[in-house]
Each structure stands twice: as C-alpha cells, then as structure tokens.
C-alpha cells in the first residue's frame, strides 16, 4: 500500500550508504534505474486505497495521482543529472540521497490528513532542500546567501503555518482533517475560521512561491545549483498544490471570504510575477517570476471551489511540471561550467542545438498558454472553472496577464532563433539527452491535444 | 449528436474529406522531418500541398448550393468532460477560403523556391503547418477547435518572419504576435462566456439565441476586438505593414491573402449571428472605422517608397471594403465582403509574389531600384500591370465586383459612408497607378536583369487567370454564397425585431 513511499526511502537508504563508501562514480549509475523502479511502482499503485496510523495517513486516488506524478517528476529530474558539472563528485551520492529525502517528505505529504503528519512530511522535505541548496561548485557566496534565505523564509512561513493550525485545533478541537471539515465550514464566515485557514495556507503558498510569500523564490532559484533549482521549482509545487487544495476542499461552500482573499492572493501574485518576469535577464530569475504568476493561475482552480476546479489545478500542475522541465532541461544543457544562463546566451541557439532551440520554444510558448500546447489546455480549463463559479473578475486579470507573460516567454524564443550569430560551435547531445529532450517535446504536445484521458482520472479524484 | 443535424449535413463521401484537407499537409510536414537534401525536401512540400488543392475542388464539386447548412460534417468527441467536441463542417462563407488557402499553399512553395537558402526543412515544415491551420480555422465548428487553429496559426508565422524575414525582423515579428495573441486572449474569454451561457462550445449551437443586450455587448467587443487586430482594422492596423515588409515572400502573401480573411471572417461568423443586436449597435463605429481605415490607407500608401509597405498599407484600404460590406448588414455588403476577401487574397498575393520576383532579382523593394522595368522584363510588368489594376478595381478584374457589391450595400445604408468609400477608391487608382507608372517607365538606363523564368510564370498564371474570370463573369462565385448570407440575413432580421 505505501510501497512508493517505501521504494523512495530505500532509494535514499541505498544512496546514503554509498555517500559512506569510496566508490562515488557509480552513484549516477544507480540512480537511473532505481528512479524508474519508484516511477513504476508509483504508477502501479495509483489504484491502491487505505488508511494508515488510525487515520492520519491516507491513501485514495488522489494522493496516489500526485505520488506518480511527483515520481514522475522526480526521475525526470534524476535523469537529467547526466551532465551535471556544479556538484562536488565527492558530494553527488549525498545530492541524490536527499533529492529522495525531499520527494518522500512530499510524498508523505500528499498523503497526510492529519495537521501534525502534514508538517512533518512538509519538513522531511523541505530540511534535505536546505542541505542541498549550498552544494554547487565554483560559486561563491551566492549559493550560501540561497540557502539561508531558503532556511528563513522557511521556517517564518512553517512558523505562521503552526499558528494557523493552532487556530484551527481550537475551533475543532482534533487534528484530524475528517473531524475538522465538520466543523470548520460552519465558522468560515467568521474572522476566525478565515484567518485560521488563511495562515495554515501560508505554508503551501511558500513552497508554491505565491505572493506574499514569494520573495525566496528569484534568489534562491539564482543562487542553487541548475539541477536544484529544477528540482526546487516543480517537484514540491506538485506537493504543495495537493494540500492546498485539500484544505481548501474543508471550506467547501461556505468559502466565500476565503475565496475572496485568494482571488486577491491570485490577482497580484500573477501581476507582479508577469510585470517583473519581463525585465529579467537571467533565465532562472525568469523561470522563478513565471513560476510566481504560474503559482496565481493554478489558485484559480482552487477558489473556484468546485470539483472542475480542482481537477483543473491537477492538470494544471501536472502539465506545468513538464514545461518547466523542458526549460529548465535546456538550461541545464546550455549552461557552461554550471553557470547561470542569462538571455544573451541563447543568442543562436537553433543553429547550435536546434533540438534544444525547439524544446525551450514548446516550453515557453507552453507556459505563455498558447495552442496546441498542454499549457493552453490546462489554463482553459483552469479559466472555466473560475468563470463558471461566477469569478469573472479574476479570469480577465488572468487573461490580461497571459498577453503581457507572452513578451517574455516570447523573448526567450526570440533570443534562440531571430538573432544571427557568426561563430556556432554546435552542441553536441548524447543519445538519452535527445530522448530526454523528445519526451517533454511529447509529453508538452500530448497533454495539449489529448486532454481527455488524463482530465477524467483527475476529475474521479477530486 | 441530435441537435447537430439541425445545421449539419454529414459527410456522405466514404472518407472524412475534410480532416484530410486539413491534416494533409501536418503530415507532409511530419515526413518532411526525417529528410535530408534541400532538394527531396522541396519537392514533398510541393507535392503535398500540390494534392491538396485537387482535394479541395472535390469540395467544392460536392458542394450544395441549395442549402444553408453546414455541410462535409465530422463529429467526434474530443473533451467530454467539458462537452468540447471535433466538429468541422463547411458552409459558402468558408469554402472559398479554403480554395484560395489550398491554392496559395503551393504558390507559396513555389516562390520560395530559390529565394530561400537556409533552413529550408524548417521553412517548409512552417508553410506546411501554416496550411493546416489556415485550414482547419475555416473548418472548425467548435469553439476551442477554431481557437486552437487559430493561435496554433501564430507560432509557424511568428518564425516564418523571425528566421526568414528582413533587417527588423525582430520587431516586427515580435510586434506581430503580440498584438494577434493580445487579441485572441479576449476572444477566449468571450468564448467561454458563450460557453458557460448555452454549455457548448458548439459554433451552430450558439448563434441566433435570446441573450441579454448587455451580454452581446461585452461579447462583441471582446470579439471584435481579436478580429479588428487581424483584419487590420484602423488603429489597430501598425503590426501590418511591419510584418508584411519583414517577412519573407511566401509569409507576406500567407499574411496577406489568409491571415487577414480570418478577421472578417470572425465578423461574419460569429460577431453578427452570435450577438446580432450588439453587431447592429456597433456598426456605426465599425463602418466608421472602416471608412477612415480606406483613406487612411490610401494617403499612406501615396507617400509610400518601398514597394512591399505600400501593397501592406493597400491591404489596410482593401481590407477596409470588406469590413464596410460586413457592417453594412446587406447582402449585397456581405456577398461583397466575401468576395473582396477573396479578391484581395488573389491579388494582394499576387502583388506579393511580383515584389518577390523582382527582390531576388535587385534584392531592393525600394519603387526607384526597381524602376524602369518595362523594357528589360516585359513579361514580368505584365503580369504586374494586371495586378495592379486589378488592385484599384478596373472595370473587368476581380476587384471591380467586390467593391460594387459592398458599395451597393454601404449606400443603401449610408450615402456618406458610400461617399467617402468612393474617395478611397480613387485614392487606391492614385497609388497604384504610381506605382505602376514607376515600376514600367520610371528608369532611362538598361540594366541586367532577367525576365521570369517559367516557374515564376507557373504561379502567377492561376491568379492572373481568376483576376480576369472572377471580373468577366462573377456569377459563379456569388451563387454558392448566396445562400448562406441570405440565411443569416433574415435569421438576423427574426433576431432584430
């Protein structure tokens, strides 16, 4: 019943016994195929059904979704390790371990409906992305600065989390989430009830950069390694996106004031994340405001409050999972000595790679939700969902917001492919990079043309 | 599935014609992928998109004119869960979109021929998924469908103008999606709003009810405002003559002849028969718009020099006639406006390919570089001198028919609207005329320059050969449309009163 989680942890047991051994090159090696073991036995177990610890842990369709997914995620990040060049070889089997620390924490967490095994798997896996942040060579200061603001930013946000919680063990008086959805809707309309869901919210709004508690993300997504930061900018948004709307779905529909306050938090964490997004020069600088806007579309789908809108935010995040690897694959590529790669350095990229130049383009158009991509797909169903619950107002800021984003996801593809340079060294690409490369080429094209299947497993989980 | 048989005729053929007309060419353009050698590759383009167009005329032949139906219909279910269907059915506003489409597509292919000399797997791979989307725009019955093709159109055409295109490429090709996808995202989200009013996302479906006024409002404007960026309406005009200069021939001529019939006919489609009150409410400005748009288009195009921005500004005037005829809620004005459509597709395309020519030829679009042609490419300035005329509606072209037709509708609407409209006609004969004058006698001194060779002849001959058939004997063309424009003529007027 637990065996995704099971497999993860002794993928992190297996590697946290090589970090001991001498023998550090085979770490990579390893990782490959054990990743696709978690993978498929994730995908095998998205039927399984069960409770766990008297009720704190359980596990339905849901949490077995966002565990594949969040599997899928996390192998596609492992595979992408390949040329990694920023982390101490001395260090790798560590990196990897608490990769697989950090999925399982997210893993745990989707399957939590208890406040206190919520915040556990919530540090599990946000204290092995502190260890990681600061390993990337030939950096400075930078990756130190990342990694304490990370810890900061992470324990206030925890902090005002647990005071939320304590809000809402007082009106309900149990941890529980079952016990707590029979109480709570019946004091949402008081400040009390509000508030309490509102500051218990904040721990998922970091981990998802949503405005106010976005402010980590451009830094941290700067400072951390490339490898890193792709993992930082998509695995734990897919945990953090189930919880939020599983504590969304206790308000249910006497949500108003709630929705109220979210169609605010969307509205500007959107705005702010486009309007900045589109003078940055460095790529993961970039990558982190659209992430930040991206964080205002998916809770769209949340405070519509409605079955389509949460399925919506599952394909959403699922789909945002795989455009934001496809652009942060070709950056990891493109990177020299694992250096940042700012705009400039796209200069020519389709005559160099052209495979990389096309992948990064189906990515950005992808996030700017233009089709056939999946990012249309998602963002349409997200829009209707919102509209249909009557929130006309938010679907048009969403709809202003996506022509402004247009320019600078635009810029990245008009960096690789309208600007002439005269000197093109080619890019050389291995075997398992081009494949890497098709496969979010596919997976982007396919979620945007075949939507059906996909949406109507989400839609029986929610 | 029931209700669609109230306003579509199912295929009868033993094969879905029109998923093939569509999706031909993305598979020609698929194949393209895993060849190698400029040449092969050339030639699979040209071949696909060669079959096509005898596909099309099956259409065509098919094609009942009796009916105000949609016919050719497919239906299969694409998004149940949101009731979003693949629909496709054709009517006569749209079928001789998708001739002019299909015919230009090889046209195109041809022209770039030798004027392109990089990258030409990925140009040809653009061209061929430009056609399909083109396509499958006029095809759609579906709302998402249509809005799929439609900004699915954008990216191929973005690169034509930002890997092929000239000097300014970058703003311009920049400036082009932009502005197109500003406008689209509004047309989304009056899309949905229809949506969440009737629950489909059934283009039929959805036309001709009883909304509110304040609805239609709303979903006019936001409508309009996605059409009037592509038509160009006048102020939303300035991506044109960017873009067209910029891009490269077989762009400008996709640009101007199918790219802008997907404004007006946005108009048709859905503005008047989806909120018809709104449309009525808004003609005034619309047809003001309009007007100012022909001689606005017209003065500029008389101080114009560079050869391609004036054919861009012209397409502005042009494109103006169409949008009269549209609000001018005859149907005489919309038999017209459909008509200028294609008209302007034929010769704006054809202007295009003539600038194209002669470029590769003085790799200048500048009216003095080019000057003086007539006794160096005698073959050449005919073709020209035909297109041009044909440009400012002489008596015996295309041209002539449709700006007849919409001036018969605009005046029986407006006789000032007709009279300024009748200014920028004779605007249009001044700049083309310039032109022409320029291009034949405008030099003294010889130069080396070929005439056309015969694959040049080959893809300007079809079109100089329906400029002249469509001016001499238009009936054909006006009695497949008839009937749909006479149908949603006194749909609308039931909807009016």
């Not at chain 1, 964080?295 to 599952?314: P, W």
């Not at chain 1, 800021?397 to 022509?403: Q, Y």
């Not at chain 2, 306003?7 to 020609?28: H, Q």
Request: hydrophobic share 55%; glycine share 8%; net charge neutral.
């Amino acid at each position: 019943m637990i065996l995704p989680e099971l497999s993860t942890l002794i993928f992190s047991i297996v590697f946290l016994f090589l970090s001991l051994g001498k023998k550090k090159d085979s770490a990579a090696l390893l990782a490959k195929p054990l990743s696709i073991i978690i993978l498929g036995i994730s995908l095998a177990g998205i039927l399984a059904n069960g409770e766990l610890f008297s009720g704190a842990y359980r596990i339905d369709l849901f949490s077995q979704i966002f565990k594949a997914v969040i599997a899928y995620g996390f192998c596609l990040v492992i595979f992408m390790l390949d040329r990694q060049n920023e982390i101490e070889e001395a260090y790798f089997p560590e990196y990897i371990m608490f990769l697989g620390f950090s999925a399982l924490g997210l893993m745990m967490l989707v399957s939590s409906v208890e406040l206190i095994s919520i915040v556990i798997a919530l540090e599990v896996s946000s204290y092995s992305l502190y260890v990681i942040i600061p390993l990337r060579k030939g950096q400075t200061t930078v990756q130190i600065e990342a990694s304490v603001k990370y810890l900061f930013f992470g324990a206030i946000s925890t902090g005002i989390m647990l005071f939320g919680m304590s809000y809402i063990y007082g009106i309900a008086k149990s941890t529980f989430l079952s016990d707590i959805l029979k109480v709570l809707p019946g004091v949402m309309n008081q400040p009390i009830g509000v508030f309490a869901l509102i500051l218990t919210l904040t721990g998922f709004f970091f981990k998802l950069s949503l405005f106010p508690m976005h402010f980590w993300a451009p830094d941290i997504y700067e400072g951390a390694s490339n490898t890193t930061t792709t993992f930082i900018a998509t695995v734990p948004k897919i945990g953090a996106a189930a919880l939020l709307i599983r504590m969304t779905m206790l308000a249910s529909a006497s949500g108003a004031q709630l929705v109220n306050i979210l169609i605010v938090l969307a509205a500007v964490s959107m705005t702010l994340g486009n309007l900045v997004g589109l003078v940055q020069k460095d790529i993961k600088r970039l990558l982190a405001y659209s992430g930040i806007a991206h964080a205002g579309y998916l809770l769209m789908g949340v405070l519509a409050l409605s079955k389509d809108g949460y399925a919506a935010a599952i394909y959403y995040i699922t789909i945002y999972l795989f455009m934001n690897l496809a652009c942060f694959y070709v950056l990891v590529l493109l990177s020299k000595d694992g250096k940042n790669v700012v705009l400039d350095d796209l200069v020519g990229l389709s005559r160099r790679a052209p495979l990389l130049a096309f992948t990064l383009a189906v990515g950005a158009f992808s996030l700017a939700g233009i089709p056939p991509t999946g990012g249309f797909t998602g963002k349409l169903f997200l829009f209707m969902s919102a509209f249909r619950e009557g929130h006309l107002a938010i679907v048009i800021i969403g709809a202003v917001n996506t022509a402004i984003s247009i320019f600078y996801y635009l810029n990245l593809v008009r960096m690789s492919y309208s600007k002439e340079v005269e000197s093109a060294d080619p890019i050389q690409l291995t075997f398992n990079e081009k494949a890497l490369c098709y496969i979010f080429i596919f997976l982007v094209l396919y979620m945007g043309i075949v939507p059906f299947g996909l949406l109507d497993i989400f839609r029986l989980a929610v | 599935m029931m209700a669609l048989h109230k306003y579509l005729i199912m295929n009868t053929l033993c094969y879905p014609i029109l998923s093939i007309v569509i999706f031909l060419p993305l598979a020609g353009a698929i194949l393209l992928l895993f060849m190698r050698g400029e040449r092969s590759i050339k030639m699979t383009a040209l071949i696909t998109s060669a079959i096509n167009f005898p596909l099309s005329l099956i259409i065509y032949s098919g094609f009942d004119i009796g009916t105000e139906k949609f016919q050719f219909g497919e239906f299969a279910p694409w998004i149940p869960a949101y009731n979003i269907n693949y629909v496709l059915g054709i009517d006569g506003i749209t079928i001789f979109l998708i001739l002019l489409t299909t015919l230009l597509a090889p046209l195109c292919i041809l022209c770039s021929w030798t004027a392109i000399e990089r990258r030409v797997k990925e140009f040809m791979f653009c061209i061929l998924i430009m056609e399909t989307a083109m396509i499958g725009v006029f095809c759609a019955l579906d709302f998402i469908l249509f809005y799929v093709f439609w900004e699915a159109m954008l990216i191929p055409m973005y690169l034509l103008i930002a890997i092929w295109g000239g000097p300014n490429k970058d703003y311009a090709s920049i400036k082009f999606f932009i502005y197109t996808l500003f406008g689209s995202v509004f047309l989304l989200v009056a899309i949905i709003a229809v949506y969440l009013t009737t629950g489909t996302f059934s283009i039929p479906d959805a036309m001709f009810r009883d909304y509110g006024f304040s609805f239609q409002l709303w979903v006019f404007l936001a409508f309009a405002i996605a059409f009037a960026i592509k038509v160009p309406m006048f102020p939303f005009h300035t991506w044109l003559p960017a873009a067209h200069t910029e891009a490269p021939t077989a762009g400008s001529v996709f640009l101007a002849s199918v790219l802008l019939k997907m404004g007006t006919y946005g108009f048709l489609r859905f503005c008047l028969p989806i909120t018809p009150k709104a449309s009525v409410f808004f003609g005034p400005y619309m047809i003001a718009l309009s007007v100012i748009g022909i001689i606005y288009g017209g003065f500029v195009c008389l101080s114009q020099t560079d050869m391609k921005k004036l054919i861009a500004y012209s397409s502005v005037a042009h494109m103006g006639f169409a949008t009269l005829g549209i609000f001018s809620f005859t149907v005489f004005g919309w038999e017209g406006a459909l008509l200028q459509m294609l008209n302007h597709g034929v010769t704006t395309g054809a202007l295009f390919l003539c600038v194209g020519i002669v470029y590769e030829r003085t790799h200048s679009r500048e009216i003095y570089d080019n000057a003086g042609l007539g006794k160096i490419m005698p073959a050449y300035v005919g073709f020209f001198g035909l297109f041009s005329i044909s440009s400012f509606a002489f008596p015996g072209t295309n041209n002539f028919v449709g700006e007849l037709y919409v001036l018969i509708g605009i005046f029986s609407q407006s006789k000032l609207a007709g009279f300024f409209s009748i200014v920028g006609a004779l605007l249009a004969a001044a700049y083309m005329l310039r032109l022409l004058k320029q291009i034949v006698w405008g030099r003294e001194d010889k130069r080396e320059i070929a005439d056309m060779k015969a694959r040049e002849v080959i893809y300007l001959l079809p079109l100089a050969l329906f400029v002249v058939w469509m001016g001499l004997f238009p009936r054909p063309f006006v009695q497949v449309i008839e009937k749909t424009l006479m149908n949603l003529h006194s749909q609308m007027n039931i909807f009016l009163r």
